[in-house]
DNA sequence: CCGCAGCTGTCAAAAAGCTGTCGTACATCT
DNA sequence: AGATGTACGACAGCTTTTTGACAGCTGCGG
C-alpha cells in the first residue's frame, strides 16, 4: 500500500514529553507497516536514536531537558542527516522552525490531524530519498490526485477542494475500497481533541459528492448503518 | 479458523469491573480457540498484563480504581505495546476515547454485541500483526463476504444487505458447517440485554433467504427444532 | 391429518443519512 | 483598519431505510 518503494520498513524515531501524543503517532506508524519507537526526552531522544538509527524523526520543540532544537542539533553534530518534522504549540515559535524546514525538514502544528502528519512524513521521506524521487499520485477509476502538486481531477475537470474536503478524501483514496465508518473518518482527518459530534462529516461528504460526482457516475458510497467508500461502482 | 496467521493461541487480557461482562467475553472468546483471563480492577489488570503479556487487551473505562486511561497509560510507560479496544457507556467519555484511539486501537459502546467485539479484535490484531495484512474473506459455496470491502457476492451478484442481516450472515458464515441455535444467534449478534423475545431470527433470516437465495440454490438450512445452518447442501 | 415450529406480509416507530441555512472565524485584499 | 470572501461546523427539517411487533399462514413430522 506504501507508495514510496521500500524493502524495509521505515523505521521512525518519535520525541513527545506527552506520552499519549507519542503513543498517538507510533502506533498510526505501525498500522501503517513502519517500525516505531518513542522517547519522551531529549536525551533519550539522542541516546534511542544512536541505537535505532530512524529513517526519519517527529520531533516535539518542548521538552523537558534539552529542546527540540538543542536534539536537532545534536544530531546533526553527530553527522546523522536523518530529516525532522518537528511539531510545536498553535502559537509558539513557528518561525523559528520555518527557519529550519529546509533540506527536507517540515514542522506541523499542534493539535494536528494523524492523517496530515503522516501525509507530510510520507512526503519527506519520498524527497529525502534523494533526486528524482517518484511523484505520488492517487488514483480511483477516472480521480486522481496528485499529493505533490494538490491537484485533484475527475477525468479532465480539475476541481477546487477546501483542504477539510480534501483530506477527507485522501483518507478515502488512500483506503480505497475498503468502507470507513464515519468515526474512523473523524479521527484520521481531524485534529485529535476535535470535540465536534456532529454530522461533519456527512457534511463534507456531501460537499464533496457535489464537486466530484457532478460529473459522471458517483464514486464515493454510503454503506448504510456503516460508513463511506470509494470505488468504482460495483456493478 | 482465524483468518489471521498465527501459530499460538491468542492471549486476550479482559478488564471491566463488571464481573459478568468480562465473563461473558472471555467466554466467548475461549470459544473461538482463544486463551483469555480477566481482571476486575485496575490494578489487578496490571498486574496480570505483566505476568500474562496478551496480545490484546478489552479494557472498560469505567473501573473502581485507575481508570481505563489510567492503565492503559501505566501500559505504555511500561513499555507494552499491546493493542487495545476500549469499552464505554454509551454516552459516556466517548469524544475522550475517540483521542486515543486514533491510532488503530479502537472502542465499543456498551451494550455491544458480541459478535461485534470479536470482529473488532480480529481486525486490530490482523492490522497490528504488520504490513500487507491479509484481506479478510469469507468463503461457503459460491457466496463471498468480504469483511473489509463489506462486499457480498452469491457468484457474480452483488448483494445488498442490512447491517442485522450483515452481521447474522457473517455469524452464520464463520460458523459454518455448524448448526446454531436461535438463541445463539440472537446472544450473539444482538446487543447483550436485547429484550426482543420475537422472532427476529426467523425474521432476518427470512430476509436473507430472499436476497440470497433468491439466485441459486438454497444455502441457509433450517434445522427443525434446533437451528440455522449455512452450507453448500444439506444432503 | 393434527399441532406446533417456522415463515412471511404488514405496519409503525426509530434510526440513519442528506442538505439548506446561518453565524463565526480566519485570511486576504485594498 | 475595514471590507470582502471563504471555510467550517452547529442546527434543524426532511427523506429514506431499517427494524421488530404482531398475526395469520404454511408445511413438516409424527
Sequence with gaps: MPHYERVEKVRLLVVDDDPPIADLV????????WQAITANSGEEALRLAAEFHPDIVVLDLMLPDLDGFGVLDRLRGAGTMVPVVFLTARDGVADRVAGLTRGGDDYLVKPFAVEELMARLRTVLRRSAGPGFQRSVLRVAD???DEDTREVRRGDKLLTLTPTEYEVLRYLMRKSP???TKAQILDHVWEYGFGGRSNVVELVVS????????TGTPL?????GFGYVIRQAAE
Design 26 to 33: 507510533a502506533t498510526v506508524a505501525r498500522y501503517e507497516g
Design 143 to 145: 480521480l486522481m490526485m
Design 178 to 180: 475498503t468502507v470507513l
Design 207 to 214: 460537499r464533496l459528492r457535489r464537486k466530484l460526482d457532478d
Design 220 to 224: 464515493i458510497h454510503t454503506v448504510r
